[in-house]
């Protein structure tokens, strides 16, 4: 009698039976699959994150790309050419030397003594240097200079006529304390040319 009432129970203790070993079979199974979904998901997570952060930088590289764009072409309706020298491959210092050698004509022409030049090449601060530092050179030069009223004046409006691009960023003008007529010039300026 025991064993048919315990027949009516064994279906169902099967059944119990293998639940358990299924359980205790798949539970590894399920367990790895969930950590190797998780792990893809901080993957994708992490991807998503460069992805981003490559995003921005090459938004920032083209906003560079535009703007040395539109200050070349600002140059180009200024109607003054960058500076050329007549070699190609030079250096810094030898591309800029045609147009220095200008400026310094400038000022003996106009009879201004020059007392020190400081000079920079390709300073990093320089747009052009920061955005198209293979296409142009760039001289940055601190000038003290001595002179009079009249010829600085001329000097100024020959560098304003200058053929060549060039940035003039200050002129500090200050009289000598023993002669008023004589100046003491601090004057900066930037120098291009292509390379």
Do not use: C, W
């Not at 998901?41 to 920032?60: C, H, P, R, V, Y």
């Not at 090449?121 to 003290?144: C, H, I, T, W």
Request: charged content about 30%; cysteine-free.
């Amino acid at each position: 009698m025991d064993n048919e009432k315990l027949k009516q129970f064994m279906v169902p203790i099967a059944v119990v039976v293998l639940t358990l070993v299924g359980v205790f079979y798949l539970a590894p199974k399920v367990l790895e699959s969930f950590q190797g979904y998780t792990s893809l998901q901080s993957e994708i997570s992490t991807k998503n994150t460069q992805i981003q952060e490559k995003q921005a930088k090459l938004d920032e590289y083209r906003r560079k790309e535009q703007e040395v764009a539109k200050k070349e072409e600002e140059s180009a309706k200024s109607g003054k050419p960058f500076y050329k020298p007549v070699m190609a491959g030079l250096d810094t210092e030898a591309v800029i030397a045609g147009e220095f050698a200008e400026i310094l004509q400038l000022i003996r022409a106009n009879q201004i003594k020059v007392r020190s030049i400081k000079y920079d090449y390709n300073p990093s601060d320089d747009a052009f240097v920061q955005g198209a530092s293979d296409k142009y050179s760039v001289a940055r030069l601190n000038m003290e200079m001595i002179g009079n009223y009249s010829n600085y004046d001329n000097f100024l409006k020959e560098m304003y006529k200058h053929e060549h691009f060039l940035d003039i960023q200050s002129a500090e003008i200050v009289p000598y304390k023993k002669n008023k007529r004589v100046l003491l010039i601090n004057f900066k300026v930037k120098l291009y040319a292509q390379k």
